[in-house]
Structures are given as C-alpha cells and as structure tokens.
T-cell receptor
C-alpha cells in the first residue's frame, strides 16, 4: 500500500520568504503526482501535475520537483504572500489511477 | 464549464437514516471516485469507477454503495448512517490516462 508523508505538518513564515513543502512516498512505481491547495472549508484546487517521466513542473511562483527513485517531491513557492495561506496536499497517482494523499502541510504567511 | 458538482453542500442525518450524495461532471471523464476527509487522516478512497457500469471498492467502502449508470454521474449512497460517517465527502474525476484530477467542493455530513 502506498504511504504518503508530508513534512512539516505546519509552517509559519513572514511574507516574502520562499516556502519549501516536502512530500515522500513509499512505492516509487507511480504514474503521476499532483499538488493541491485547500482553503478552510473548501474543496481541493489543483496546482501542479508532474508526470512520472518529468523531473519538475512550473507555474508562476510555483515549482514542483519529482525524484521517483528516492520517493520524493518538493513544492517551492517563491516570494510568499498572505494569500498563499492554505493547506497544501500532495497526491500520488498509481498505475490504476487511484490517488493516495498525504495529510497536508498547513501554511501561514504572516503580513 | 461547471467541472465537478456535488450536492448537497451540507447535510445532517439521524443515525440509521439513508441518503444519497450526488456527484456530476461535465468533462467526459472516465474515472470518478469518492473520498472522505477526516481531521488528521487525510483523504481516503471510498469507491471508484473506471467507466459507466464499472465500480470497485477503495480503502474504506463499508457502509457505502455506488453505481455508475452514466459517464456523468456517480452517486454515493449511505445505507444506514452512523456517527462514524460524519465527515467531509469529496467527489473527483479524471481521464482514465491518470492525468489531472478535479475535485468537487465537498459535502459536509453530520450524523447525530
């Protein structure tokens, strides 16, 4: 069974600082990996999808890397803003298209 | 483009009652799934479907039933609600090739 771990569970940074969120998984035979954002009481918003053949994916201030062999992905958010405060979830997509989620990292960006 | 639509957004049930959570998508996605989200436990897969007429169990299927008669709709039925089913339920869809998954806004269910 795929186990997904996100560290740290919570993070508080001053505005402008870069954010580094970590995701590790136990089974490297993944199909894709997807990062989501969740605001309190809301649904999941897709941020980035990294296909298993890719090493990284970028969208604006967000950059996600993937190292399948070591079972790791990292989400970088540059120049954080208070609007980036949310919970960030990592999901590993297996070859049968099921998603296995980490418990998330809750980010607070202080103005 | 509505994406994934879930109804209702909130529901309170008494123990033993049954109900159906609705999920519809307009992206012609083959793969649809239901998750529950509980504090400290992340999202766990309840049931999933790879296409109309095909469903299978996920990690926590007990107490839930699904069917998939059309590509667009994937309802989740609670047969006899229990307090342990108090949770937030999310429906998701994606193309069968394992690409980007899209989620609905969730249904917050309380069983008293």
């Amino acid at each position: 069974k795929q186990e997904v771990t996100q560290i740290p569970a919570a993070l508080s940074v001053p505005e402008g600082e870069n954010l580094v969120l970590n995701c590790s998984f136990t089974d490297s035979a993944i199909y894709n990996l997807q990062w989501f954002r969740q605001d309190p009481g809301k649904g999941l918003t897709s941020l980035l999808l990294i296909q298993s053949s890719q090493r990284e994916q970028t969208s604006g201030r967000l950059n996600a890397s993937l190292d399948k062999s070591s079972g790791r992905s990292t989400l970088y958010i540059a120049a954080s803003q208070p609007g980036d405060s949310a919970t960030y979830l990592c999901a590993v997509i297996s070859n049968d298209y099921k998603l296995s989620f980490g418990a998330g990292t809750t980010v607070t960006v202080r103005a | 483009n509505a994406g994934v639509t879930q109804t209702p957004k909130f529901q309170v049930l008494k123990t033993g009652q049954s109900m159906t959570l609705q999920c519809a998508q307009d992206m012609n996605h083959e793969y649809m799934s239901w998750y529950r989200q509980d504090p400290g436990m992340g999202l766990r897969l309840i049931h999933y479907s790879v296409g109309a007429g095909i469903t299978d169990q996920g990690e926590v299927p007990n107490g839930y039933n699904v069917s998939r008669s059309t590509t667009e709709d994937f309802p989740l039925r609670l047969l006899s609600a229990a307090p342990s089913q108090t949770s937030v339920y999310f429906c998701a869809s994606s193309h069968r090739d394992g690409n980007e998954a899209f989620f609905g806004q969730g249904t917050r269910l309380t069983v008293v």
